[in-house]
């Protein structure tokens, strides 16, 4: 399973960004994705999660609200659309793919390579 992130940068707070990560190496409607975040010196933090049709998302309490999760299982890909971005999102984003809906990383069996997030304020 081979999993890659993209869509980070630097913005102003307030701002929006809207990560992909692509998937390949795996029947990608049948297993749930999800995105997590680790800023420096912490610990990595889950975001967001969807099953595999797509019919149902997690969030975590700092991510609803800002933050939507979607896939395109044609396309092998889980977007997360972040807006009104705060400082406090600065982090390296990651994708993950798990059988079965989680919020812990080690639940996680496979992960891209992150990207980068920087939100200024």
């Known amino acids: 399973v081979q999993l890659q992130a993209s869509g980070g940068g630097l913005v102003q707070a307030g701002g929006s960004l809207r990560l992909s990560c692509v998937a390949s190496?795996?029947?990608?409607?049948?297993?749930?994705m999800g995105w997590f975040r680790q800023a420096p010196g912490k610990e990595r933090e889950y975001v967001a999660s969807i099953t595999g049709s797509g019919s149902i998302k997690y969030y975590s309490n700092s991510a609803k609200d800002r933050f939507t999760i979607s896939r395109d299982n044609a396309k092998n890909t889980v977007y997360l659309q972040m807006n009104s971005l705060k400082p406090e999102d600065t982090a390296v984003y990651y994708c993950a793919v798990t059988s079965i809906q989680a919020t812990r990383p080690a639940a996680f069996g496979s992960w891209g390579q992150g990207t980068l997030v920087t939100v200024s304020s």
């Open positions: 190496g795996l029947t990608f409607s049948r297993f749930v």
